[in-house]
């Protein structure tokens, strides 16, 4: 698994802070997480949730919302609204970049917020809630105690959560105008509640609200003994294993083909969905990433094109030795192949037959180890350019391209 820091736009203007968290090879699918109020990407929901669905196959993308955690902006500008913005925001930012999210969860207000950015996403196939609130208005009740002052100077600071946060009355009047019922009913998607009856912040009865609102394929899950911010690891852990399958039940089936084992002799390159060249190559029960540095607009997930035929090459070299020395009875202890590949100037190449422009040269430094003697070595290095490899680089090569056969 690699987890990257990324920053994108989000609604407003300001840079937001995130977190990509990819798995091995191709992702069954891509994740947004949205999480709690004034929470931020690194809680321990957030991130034990976002690296568990990571280590079952999928890319989580969680940030931190306007003027939350490391992201930019005034948290006193932000609303529900808002939120349901920067949602969408992530959801274009992933679209452009990877994939566009196919799952969307929310924790707490963050649940709220991904049942109503659903419509807005039309990627998205499933959402699943943990601990939600019915209704965002449900949140107030964290600001009652500066809910006069809110309402007579229009804002007031309060602490949240240990941190100071000045709350202005648009936010109250937003969440008070969110119509949540007719966004769930009209979900059109799989819909997964997790709640514990144990939740002492939202109560369980928010998660009967949301599954009477919602139609079906509606599904509910009771996280016995849980708190409200999934603090115990195991409580996370569930929940993404829990996730993960209910999920694969709902997006499509195209990664999970990608993921099968490949047919004997036959290499299959696809498109991981991960940056801009990544692709995951299978080799019959191997499998393994290919991709540019980042120098050259890449993500450096796995090596290049040229990496891999040198590593062709250079495999080939040591197997081939290897097999002529155990032929022979030669007391070749261990080979070590370098290689490097570049262009040069044809006129700087005396044994080759082009004479102009450039082409490619492909240096070989082979390290052979044991009681040999020169006569012994000398033979090496010129059985080396013997290995079928070599051989089929300095060969007339045949490529016959077609376009595959298209499903029905």
């Known amino acids: ?46 991130a034990r949730v976002s690296a568990a ?61 991904v049942l109503a950015a659903a419509a807005r996403i039309p990627e998205s196939l499933a959402v699943a809630t943990i601990g939600a609130p019915f209704d965002p208005a449900h949140v107030a009740q964290l600001i009652a105690p500066a809910r006069a002052e809110i309402e007579a100077a229009g804002e007031a600071e309060m602490e949240l959560a240990g941190r100071r946060f000045r709350v202005r009355k648009q936010f109250l009047d937003d969440i008070a105008a ?16 997790f709640h514990s009856p144990a939740d002492t912040t939202v109560a369980i009865s928010n998660a009967a609200e949301i599954y009477a609102a919602a139609k079906h394929p509606k599904s509910f899950v009771s996280l016995d003994r849980a708190d409200h911010l999934l603090t115990r690891k195991e409580d996370a852990a569930y929940v993404a294993t829990v996730l993960a399958a209910w999920a694969s039940r709902y997006l499509p089936g195209e ?94 190449c005396a044994s080759c037959e082009t004479k102009e422009g450039k082409i490619d040269r492909i240096e070989r430094s082979i390290d052979i180890a044991g009681a040999l003697d020169e006569a012994e070595r000398k033979r090496l290095l010129e059985i080396a350019d013997r290995c079928p490899v070599h051989r089929t680089l300095h060969s007339e090569v045949s490529i016959e391209t077609r376009e595959a056969a298209r499903k029905a």
């Open 255 to 348: 990664a999970t083909a990608a993921r099968r084992p490949g047919a004997p002799g036959v290499v299959r390159v696809t498109e991981a969905g991960t940056g801009r060249f990544a692709q995951e190559i299978v080799v019959g029960r191997h499998r393994l990433m290919a991709d540019e540095p980042a120098a050259l607009g890449g993500e450096d997930l796995g090596p290049s094109p040229y990496d891999l035929l040198l590593a062709g090459l250079g495999a080939c070299t040591a197997m081939t030795l290897r097999m002529y020395a155990t032929h022979k009875k030669l007391p070749l202890e261990k080979v070590s192949v370098e290689l490097k590949h570049g262009k040069i100037h044809a006129e700087d």
């Open 1 to 46: 698994m690699t987890s990257s820091a990324e920053q994108f736009p989000g609604a407003g203007g300001s840079l937001l802070a995130a977190r990509l968290e990819r798995p091995e090879g191709t992702p069954r699918a891509h994740a947004l997480f949205a999480h709690c109020f004034t929470c931020s990407k690194d809680t321990l929901a957030a």
């Open 53 to 113: 669905l990571a280590a079952a196959g999928f890319a989580v993308l969680r940030f931190d919302f306007t003027g939350l955690g490391g992201s930019a902006g005034d948290f006193a500008n932000t609303s529900f609204s808002s939120n349901i913005a920067d949602l969408v925001a992530a959801a274009d930012w992933l679209r452009a970049r990877h994939a566009a999210p196919q799952l969307l969860v929310g924790h707490s207000l963050g649940g709220a917020a």
């Open 178 to 193: 969110q119509p949540q019922r007719e966004a769930i009913a009209g979900l059109r998607r799989a819909l997964l509640v």
